[in-house]
């Protein structure tokens, strides 16, 4: 009986285009409220929630039911997916107490309750399936879900490394790499204020990475000041710290692989 709230108005309620099929093709190459009226243009790419929100429709004739119940089944499967991810490595019990921790969690409300909160439940569920694919079609598919669902999804190839199967990162670098050439095609049609990559969006990226990886632990009380906005220089620092870190211990798992590919391409060039 739960309806729209917020952005699940403009995206959805008083989103005529998801009605008509035939506008389909200009909604996955456009940014994310391209049919939102009143609304300007963000830098939010996201082909994999709009073709969703399709779907939906299509399925439900619009009603929102349709659409929670799509957010239900992406909160399950992000669920599943940390068990799984848990369970082979620590064992069951551990992971029953992390996964029910990680779905009670409060950060996950606006997620799991508010349609447009859709895009952080597609794509942690497609991450933490895609760290633990065994083949190259997973690791693909998963990294492109993942991407085409938030830009977070770019993180993929070092969270493969770090948690996945040995080598699996580069096909999910290829991919990362393929799709910023084509979000940065749709983009650059767009009329967007502060998207292109200037400095305060990159300290933007880094201040939220800290916010994400410090509320995530710590209550309000215990973490002042960590909120967006503002954005300050320390919280950029931190958050991209944690990214590169992140980055090199995936990197360091697979060292062999690593300086295998560089001697490679070292043979390469000299040729």
Not at 88 to 113: D, K
Not at 172 to 185: D, E, I, K, Q, T
Request: aromatic letters at 8%.
């Amino acid at each position: 009986g739960y309806g729209f709230v917020y952005d699940d108005v403009v995206l959805i309620a008083e989103n005529p285009a998801l009605g008509d099929l035939t506008t389909l093709p200009e909604a996955l190459t456009h940014e994310l409220f391209h049919f939102a009226e009143g609304r300007r243009a963000t830098p939010y790419w996201r082909p994999a929630v709009t073709l969703s929100y399709y779907v939906d429709h299509l399925l439900g004739g619009g009603a929102a039911w349709m659409f929670h119940l799509t957010n239900l089944i992406s909160f399950t499967a992000l669920g599943l997916g940390l068990w799984r991810l848990v369970a082979t490595r620590v064992g069951e019990a551990a992971a029953w107490a992390v996964t029910c921790l990680f779905l009670a969690h409060p950060l996950q409300v606006e997620g799991a309750v508010n349609i447009a909160g859709r895009t952080d439940l597609l794509c942690g569920a497609a991450l933490i399936w895609t760290v633990q694919a065994r083949g190259a079609l997973g690791v693909v598919l998963g990294t492109l879900v993942a991407c085409g669902a938030k830009e977070l999804g770019a993180l993929a190839p070092a969270l493969v490394a770090l948690l996945g199967a040995p080598g699996a990162w580069r096909a999910s670098a290829a991919v990362v790499a393929l799709w910023l050439g084509a979000r940065g095609v749709v983009l650059s049609g767009e009329t967007i204020e502060a998207a292109g990559p200037t400095a305060q969006s990159v300290r933007e990226a880094g201040a939220r990475a800290t916010w994400l990886f410090t509320r995530a632990l710590a209550p309000t009380a215990l973490a002042p000041g960590l909120t967006l906005p503002p954005v300050s220089g320390t919280q950029a620092v931190l958050g991209w710290l944690a990214v590169v870190a992140l980055t090199a211990a995936g990197l360091w798992r697979d060292r062999a692989g690593v300086r295998a590919g560089a001697y490679k391409l070292y043979d390469a060039l000299l040729v």
